[in-house]
């Protein structure tokens, strides 16, 4: 048996996209869908309800909470000895679940690919290495870690690494979903268990055209420098954001590699946010 985790807010039409996708799988064997509808009010809780589907359930959270929460939520409700997680507003490959299964005959951690949805019109000045900051992962592996839209756990795996969680202080639950990510993720490894990359194991992502703008590439920059500071409060961590500040700058001036620009701003952001918890404690 497989459990899939879905969080959505207010994104019913993706949200059917992304059921859709994940009913009519190629595969044989046992499978439940476990959606947390976390307080929206677009009509995603009557949708639902009016779903005949008996692989789906659903829970509906009728005040938001943070994205850890939710995914606790669902692993708590779960039934499958293996359990996977997508977005809302991502699209499964055919063979998702069949890859998830085989991948983790031997591995306690499996992820995969995040691509653009098929279709996806980026801008003249876009380049690959910007993917990162909208929620693409074209080759994940240890250093770039997989994303949380396209990650599957044996589930005695991940329950030993929700038990951990709270004995690790530095790590805020109410971190941005990106950050909350890694943190799930490299528990896992810091609990010793494996984890494969499969490029096979694929999930399409829709992008909205306002996350293909430089303002939202400000802010997300700036989230992730936050998010960092949250759960990594490491002082070599500082020293290496301050190292890498003019790093990142002559990079910048050399190659005009916009990338590098958004890296300054996380770093700087980082730094200002460890300054700001050392003051606050």
Same mark, same amino acid.
């Given at each position: 048996? #497989?459990?899939?985790?879905?969080?959505?807010?207010?994104?019913?039409?993706? #949200?059917?996209?992304?059921?859709?996708?994940?009913?009519?799988?190629?595969?044989?064997?046992?499978?439940?869908?476990?959606?947390?509808?976390?307080?929206?009010?677009?009509?995603?809780?009557?949708?639902?309800?009016?779903?005949?589907?008996?692989?789906?359930?659903?829970?509906?959270?009728?005040?938001?909470?943070?994205?850890?929460? %939710?995914?606790?939520?669902?692993?708590?409700?779960?039934?499958?000895?293996?359990?996977?997680?997508?977005?809302?507003?991502?699209?499964?490959?055919?063979?998702?679940?069949?890859?998830? +299964?085989?991948?983790?005959?031997?591995?306690?951690?499996?992820?995969?690919?995040?691509?653009?949805?098929?279709?996806?019109?980026?801008?003249?000045?876009?380049?690959?290495?910007?993917?990162?900051?909208?929620?693409? =992962?074209?080759?994940?592996?240890?250093?770039?870690?997989?994303?949380?839209?396209?990650?599957?756990?044996?589930?005695?795996?991940?329950?030993?690494?929700?038990?951990?969680?709270?004995?690790?202080?530095?790590? =805020?639950?109410?971190?941005?979903?990106?950050?909350?990510?890694?943190?799930?993720?490299?528990?896992?490894?810091? %609990?010793?268990?494996?984890?494969?990359?499969?490029?096979?194991?694929?999930?399409?992502?829709?992008?909205?055209? +306002?996350?293909?703008?430089?303002?939202?590439?400000?802010?997300?920059?700036?989230? +992730?420098?936050?998010?960092?500071?949250?759960?990594? +409060?490491?002082?070599?961590?500082?020293?290496?954001?301050?190292?890498?500040?003019?790093?990142?700058?002559?990079?910048?001036?050399?190659?005009?590699?916009?990338?590098?620009?958004?890296?300054?701003?996380?770093?700087?952001?980082?730094?200002?946010?460890?300054?700001?918890?050392? #003051?606050?404690?």
């Amino acid at each position: 048996m #497989l459990s899939i985790i879905v969080v959505t807010y207010n994104r019913k039409i993706l #949200l059917n996209e992304c059921l859709n996708s994940i009913l009519s799988q190629d595969f044989e064997g046992k499978f439940e869908v476990i959606i947390i509808d976390n307080g929206s009010c677009d009509g995603t809780e009557e949708f639902l309800k009016n779903i005949p589907e008996r692989k789906i359930k659903f829970i509906s959270n009728k005040s938001r909470l943070d994205l850890a929460s %939710c995914k606790t939520l669902g692993i708590n409700a779960s039934s499958g000895e293996i359990i996977a997680f997508t977005d809302d507003d991502c699209r499964v490959a055919k063979d998702w679940l069949k890859t998830i +299964e085989s991948s983790l005959v031997n591995r306690d951690v499996v992820g995969g690919p995040v691509l653009a949805l098929p279709g996806t019109k980026f801008p003249r000045w876009w380049s690959d290495s910007l993917h990162w900051l909208i929620g693409i =992962n074209l080759k994940p592996n240890r250093k770039s870690l997989p994303l949380g839209s396209n990650i599957a756990f044996k589930k005695h795996a991940l329950l030993k690494t929700e038990e951990n969680k709270t004995s690790n202080s530095s790590i =805020n639950t109410l971190l941005p979903p990106y950050a909350e990510d890694n943190c799930r993720v490299k528990r896992a490894l810091a %609990c010793g268990f494996s984890m494969s990359i499969n490029q096979k194991m694929t999930v399409y992502h829709h992008v909205p055209k +306002e996350r293909l703008t430089i303002a939202y590439l400000i802010k997300r920059s700036y989230d +992730e420098g936050v998010a960092w500071a949250g759960y990594e +409060e490491k002082l070599s961590n500082l020293f290496f954001c301050l190292a890498a500040l003019p790093y990142n700058l002559v990079r910048l001036l050399i190659s005009l590699d916009m990338n590098r620009f958004f890296y300054l701003i996380s770093n700087f952001s980082y730094i200002l946010n460890y300054i700001k918890k050392l #003051l606050l404690k």
